[in-house]
């Protein structure tokens, strides 16, 4: 018989939503750590279903019910992550790049900014970079947040970071990139504020651009 948590993934791989429901709310209720739940339950099912899109064993349909039971899973997680009732330290504006509309990793990184005490503004996905800045000036927002999982929109990061630099907003608006194709390199090639590998890291890393 497997754990709850290995029955999250083998759920998760077979997309069935209200039983990843199911069995995220068994596990919470058997005290195990929200933490991993998500890393050894949601995500560890999620890498699978990724291996094998990689591998031409499964197809867009397959990914976009895996990710729909994903979704159903973090909804019940989010409050567990996220502290209630703290006074945000600052806002964030996220959001995943023009042309892009994978929104999971984005999604997981706000829940991480909001655990971490930042009010979150989330810009949705295929989001046009002028709209990114819209979005931080309406809402007195210091750090932009942008999402890209294709090698052939990570390069709409840059126009974000020229877009902020144009307004004349520099330093005071950050810009941070995550997603999975994105690098330190890259990051330091584009001129952004801060490059994190995971929604772990983007929370500290927000928290330290903050203090900058
Ligand atoms: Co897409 N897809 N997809 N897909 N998809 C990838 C990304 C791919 C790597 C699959 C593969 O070939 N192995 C590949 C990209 C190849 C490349 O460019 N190098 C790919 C492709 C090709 C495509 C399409 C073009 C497929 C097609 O139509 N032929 C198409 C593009 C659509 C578009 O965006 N315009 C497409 C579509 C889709 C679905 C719609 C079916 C679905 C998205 C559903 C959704 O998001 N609502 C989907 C999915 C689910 C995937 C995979 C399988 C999983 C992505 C995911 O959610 N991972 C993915 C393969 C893979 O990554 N293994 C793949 C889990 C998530 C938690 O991780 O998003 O990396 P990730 O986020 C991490 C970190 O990267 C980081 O923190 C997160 C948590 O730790 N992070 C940040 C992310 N954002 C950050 C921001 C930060 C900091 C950290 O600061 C702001």
New binding site residues.
Partial sequence: MSSTLEQIAEQLIKGKANDVRALVQKAIDEKVKPSDILNKGL?AG??I??ER??KNEVY?PE??IA?RAMKAGTEILKPLLVAAGVKPIGTVV?GTVK????????N??GMMLEGAGLRVVDAGINVEPEMMLKLARENNATII???A?????MTNMKTIVEAVKAAGLSGKIKV??????VTQAFCDEIGADGY????AS?ADLAKALLKK
Wanted: charge should be negative; proline fraction near 5%.
């Fill in positions: 995500l999620m890498s279903v990724g899109f990689k867009v990914v976009l990710a996220i042309g892009d509309l994978h929104d999971i990793g984005k997981l990184v947040g942008a999402s999982l294709l090698t052939t929109t941070m990139i995550g997603g999975a194709p994190a590998p995971d929604a983007a």
